[in-house]
């Protein structure tokens, strides 16, 4: 078996009274798209910046593909790719004025790093416009070159922290579609912080939730959905008054009730009560036609992963 | 220093060059030229009803370079941090030490081009006039050379260590900017305070020329020493 390409031990870091990584153990399997799915202060860029050896670690261990943290910061670096939330383009350059700075960078062979480019930005659909200043682009296309950027030098791990963020829906999906094959095509480890479970269960063969510095839970997408024992019952029928809603929305066991199209859409914290919904809702004077009850999605799940996790800890960025 | 650190620092000397020439601002630079021009003339012409106005010319020719190289490093750091490029950067090969050596070369280079043109017409104004000035004009280029010419790389050096200890640009660029007019008003008025002690008498051109030289130069490699030591990743970051 492999040696996972990320792996942390207990790894914590705290600025002042503030924990923002707390005693984190990770394993990210080489060759697999991980993602460390989190709230906003969740404490994922913090985890970031651990990794790639920005910002040194208060206690505990980390080492990606075989090195040290602590010791071989630079090592790391040298084989990793990363795409920050911010794309961090150089705005008065060109697109590929900004590619071949870090192709030098990378001290990659001026035949080669020409190839590599082109290769890429054709990839991603942005050739055609590879002599436009990035202060001119849209932020999806900042995002595209951003993530050209971290592949061009052919990296054993890629890291991208939030990649879709502050991209419409239509946006995201494209980057996705595109971030999902070109990762798989590198055979690169990816490592993806994200705070959408939707993008977390289209892109990841494996997902972390992350909640107050601390990893909560962790596994395969539809794993985690099943390990949470939530549960999501549709009840068709008519007569579902307001104040009903809310009676079900309040209750300890239920995480959201919601009413669309003549269908009540409860959310379980537990599949269990199920029985007890169902009896308020007949007991209340609705009609019921039909229940239908199915396993919760990663997004539901991580809502009640969150709510279980709630109560201790601090929030840091 | 190792020769891949050189060459590492020698990519970022490129790509800040590279940024400051493709800022769109044509006209913006041609004023900025033409008014450190202008004032190379001027300086020793408005300095002439002074004893020592002539070995006052070469501070006033170094006072718009000093004030221009302190807000360029400041730009190169805090300005870098707060366009979030930085953090890129650092997240790459390159060592925290060659990036910020990178940026200090850069900087000071073109503080040293910048120096040039504000040194050199008047000095050669100065040779065709045959010091009018009353101090030769080969002492003023030795001025410029032995004193000026390091407190550009101080006022960069300064600014480095500035914008690594402060988390906002905007307050960086204000305390160096103060840094550098504090550094330029003292030397000033060290020097005339000199000449009054002395009973208006002119010190001799080397003693200033000696002493000035001898600490900017000590301060330069104070500063370079410490800004090597307090180069971390996580202070660059502004970040705990």
Redesign the interface.
């Known amino acids: 078996m492999p040696a996972p390409a990320v792996l942390t031990q207990q790894l914590t870091r705290r600025?002042g009274a503030q924990t923002a990584i707390d005693h984190v153990d990770l394993a990210v399997p080489a060759g697999a798209v991980y993602g460390i799915l989190g709230p906003m202060g969740a404490g994922k860029t913090t985890l970031v910046?651990l990794l790639?050896?920005?910002?040194?670690p208060t206690s505990g261990s980390a080492r990606l593909l075989g090195f040290d943290v602590r010791t071989h910061a630079?090592a790391i670096?040298?084989r990793?790719g990363?795409v920050?939330a911010?794309?961090?383009?150089?705005?008065?350059?060109t697109a590929l004025?900004n590619l071949r700075?870090?192709a030098?960078?990378?001290r990659l062979p001026t035949a080669d790093r020409d190839a590599r480019i082109q290769h890429l930005m054709e990839h991603l659909g942005l050739w055609e416009r590879r002599h436009e200043?990035v202060a001119e682009w849209s932020p999806t296309m900042k995002h595209k070159l951003?993530i050209v950027r971290a592949l061009v030098h052919r990296p054993a791990l890629l890291i991208l922290d939030e990649p879709t963020l502050g991209l419409d829906r239509l946006d995201q999906e494209l980057l996705r579609t595109d971030l999902s094959r070109l990762a798989h095509q590198e055979g690169a480890t990816a490592l993806i912080t994200t705070r959408d479970p939707t993008e977390a269960a289209t892109l990841c063969d494996w997902v972390a939730i992350m909640h107050h510095g601390r990893l909560v839970a962790q596994g395969e997408p539809a794993m985690l959905a099943q390990q949470s024992d939530t549960a999501r019952m549709v009840i068709k029928g008519r007569g579902f008054t307001p104040d009903l809603i809310q009676l079900i929305a309040s209750r300890r066991d239920v995480s959201r009730a919601a009413i669309a199209a003549g269908k009540l859409t409860v959310e379980l914290v537990c599949r269990s009560t199920a029985a007890a919904i169902v009896n308020l809702v007949v007991e209340s004077g609705a009609d019921v036609e039909a229940v239908e009850q199915c396993r919760a999605d990663l997004e539901t799940a991580y809502g009640t992963i969150l709510e279980q996790s709630n109560g201790a800890g601090r929030l840091v960025g | 220093m190792a020769p891949g650190v050189l060459l590492?620092s020698w990519?970022i000397v490129?790509?800040e060059w590279?940024?400051w020439r493709?800022?769109?601002a044509r006209l913006g630079w041609s004023a900025l030229l033409l008014l450190i021009v202008a004032w190379s003339f001027a300086a020793p012409i408005l300095l002439r009803g002074f004893s020592i106005g002539a070995l006052l010319a070469p501070m006033a020719w170094a006072a718009l370079p000093i004030t221009l190289a302190g807000v360029m490093i400041t730009d190169a750091i805090a300005g870098e941090r707060e366009?979030?490029?930085l953090?890129?950067?650092?997240?790459?090969?390159?060592?925290a030490r060659a990036i910020l050596l990178g940026k200090v070369v850069a900087v000071t280079l073109l503080g040293w081009l910048l120096l040039a043109l504000g040194a050199l017409p008047g000095i050669l104004q100065q040779v065709l006039a045959a010091g009018d000035a009353g101090v030769s004009p080969w002492i003023m280029a030795r001025m410029v050379l032995g004193v000026t010419t390091p407190a550009v790389l101080l006022i960069v050096l300064a600014g480095a260590l500035i914008s690594l200890y402060t988390p906002s640009m905007r307050f960086a660029l204000l305390l160096t900017i103060a840094f550098a007019g504090f550094l330029m008003l003292g030397a000033t008025v060290w020097v005339l305070g000199w000449v009054n002690q002395s009973g208006g008498a002119m010190p001799a051109e080397t003693t200033i020329f000696g002493l000035g030289a001898a600490s900017v130069t000590v301060i330069d490699g104070v500063l370079f020493g410490w800004l090597l030591v307090a180069t971390k990743?996580?202070r660059l970051?502004a970040?705990?």
Request: charged share 25%; proline share 5%; hydrophobic share 40%.
């Open positions: 600025f910046r790639l050896g920005l910002v040194p630079d670096r040298a990793t990363v920050l911010a794309p961090g383009l150089y705005a008065s350059l004025e700075l870090y030098r960078i990378w200043r951003a | 590492d990519t490129l790509k590279r940024e493709c800022i769109r366009r979030q490029t953090e890129t950067l650092l997240a790459s090969r390159l060592p990743t996580d970051l970040i705990g």
